[in-house]
Nanobody
Framework: QVQLVESGGGEVQAGGSLRLSCTAS????????MGWFRQAPGKEREAVAT????????YFADSVKARVSISQETATITKHLEMKNLKPEDAGVYYC?????????????????????WGQGTQVTVSS
């Protein structure tokens, strides 16, 4: 089992910045993957960014690629997702997830179905 605790989120003005944090514990290794996904009302859950627990193997969705970065803490398995220049379409519930890598190369998947463990979700609202 893997436990995920998220923090951050809330209401942000369009053009503003946001930081989401996710701390993982339990049966998780450096080779495993963590990611942020979001879901807007009436839409499917989609990947925002994924990263290996040990770092690297990054994926960013095209819609956020130029506006997102990930930092990490090594003392705990904590990843921070920083988003800037938020747009109304960035609003939704953001989830942290953890899962196993794919294949021999260990690519971190971008489809939510590949992730077994999920955080509770945090609401992000973008006001204009």
């Amino acid at each position: 089992q893997v436990q995920l605790v998220e923090s951050g989120g809330g209401e942000v003005q369009a053009g503003g910045s946001l930081r989401l944090s996710c701390t993982a514990s339990g049966d998780i290794s450096r080779r495993d993957c963590m990611g942020w996904f979001r879901q807007a009302p009436g839409k499917e859950r989609e990947a925002v960014a994924t990263i290996a627990v040990g770092g690297g193997r990054l994926y960013f969705a095209d819609s956020v690629k130029a506006r997102v970065s990930i930092s990490q803490e090594t003392a705990t398995i904590t990843k921070h997702l920083e988003m800037k220049n938020l747009k109304p379409e960035d609003a939704g519930v953001y989830y942290c997830a953890a899962g196993r890598p794919l294949g021999a190369v260990g690519q971190c998947p971008s489809h939510p179905a590949e992730y077994k463990f999920w955080g509770q979700g945090t609401q992000v609202t973008v006001s204009s």
